[in-house]
């Protein structure tokens, strides 16, 4: 299955862009790469997912590398709700696609006033 | 529509004890799944489902039982609890394919003393 590699923390200030990244070691050519957020004490929130092109929604966009083996989630205007701990979801095998999701350790966000 | 719910919120359990967890969803979904998050750390797949009558094991599914007998519900069952299942449990739904974002329950805190 593929692991992932991301930061374990960053920061931001309120209004700023923030990218967080995500590296994918090994992919599945047919499952989705899902990002998820988990804000302090919920369970986690669904933000974005995408396949093979760049993805846009109310909350996010999703930039993914062409050999899928990255992904970028973009922020575009942090606020002190986007404080969380963001989950990449890797397009493992039998992964997004079959009802499974494979957490990592996830990115903590801060973001400051 | 009231999304994925889980009851109970809160339960303490003394080792030895057995009980079930229940989650319900109202949005028609073929994917269940379970995880348990321990502090600080990621979520971890117990055990998951594509559809009604169907199950499988997911990283963590030792002490656990499941069954999906409706469409609508999956609850988990803790055989014979024990300190190690001491958790946050959560359960999400999704319809099928890697399309869809997964929606999660606000989670079940579970002692065991």
């Known amino acids: 299955d593929a692991k992932t590699t991301q930061p374990n923390s960053m920061e931001s200030n309120e209004e700023e862009p923030v990218h967080l990244p995500c590296n994918h070691s090994?992919?599945?050519?047919?499952?989705?790469i899902h990002w998820y957020r988990q804000l302090p004490s919920q369970g986690p929130e669904y933000v974005i997912h995408?396949?093979?092109s760049n993805v846009n929604n109310r909350m996010a966009s999703l930039a993914i590398a062409e050999d899928r083996k990255s992904s970028t989630l973009i922020l575009h205007r942090a606020t002190l709700r986007d404080a969380a701990v963001y989950y990449c979801?890797?397009?493992?095998?039998?992964?997004?696609?079959?009802?499974?999701?494979?957490f990592g350790q996830g990115t903590i966000l801060t973001v400051h006033p | 529509n009231a999304g994925v719910t889980q009851t109970p919120k809160f339960q303490v359990l003394k080792t030895g004890q057995s009980m079930t967890l229940q989650c319900a969803q109202d949005?028609?979904?073929?994917?269940m799944s379970w995880y348990r998050q321990d502090p600080g750390m990621g979520l971890r797949l117990i055990h998951y489902?594509?559809?009604?009558?169907?199950?499988d094991q997911g990283e963590v599914p030792n002490g656990y039982n499941v069954s999906r007998s409706t469409t609508e519900d999956f609850p988990l069952r803790l055989l014979s609890a024990a300190p190690s299942q001491t958790s946050v449990y959560f359960c999400?739904?999704?319809?099928?394919?890697?399309?869809?974002?997964?929606?999660f329950g606000s989670g079940t805190r579970l002692t065991v003393v």
């Open positions: 995408g396949l093979t």
């Open positions: 090994t992919i599945s050519g047919t499952d989705y």
């Open positions: 489902s594509v559809g009604a009558g169907i199950t």
């Open positions: 979801i890797p397009p493992n095998a039998g992964g997004t696609s079959y009802g499974k999701l494979t």
């Open positions: 949005m028609n979904h073929e994917y």
């Open positions: 999400a739904s999704s319809r099928t394919g890697g399309g869809y974002g997964y929606t």
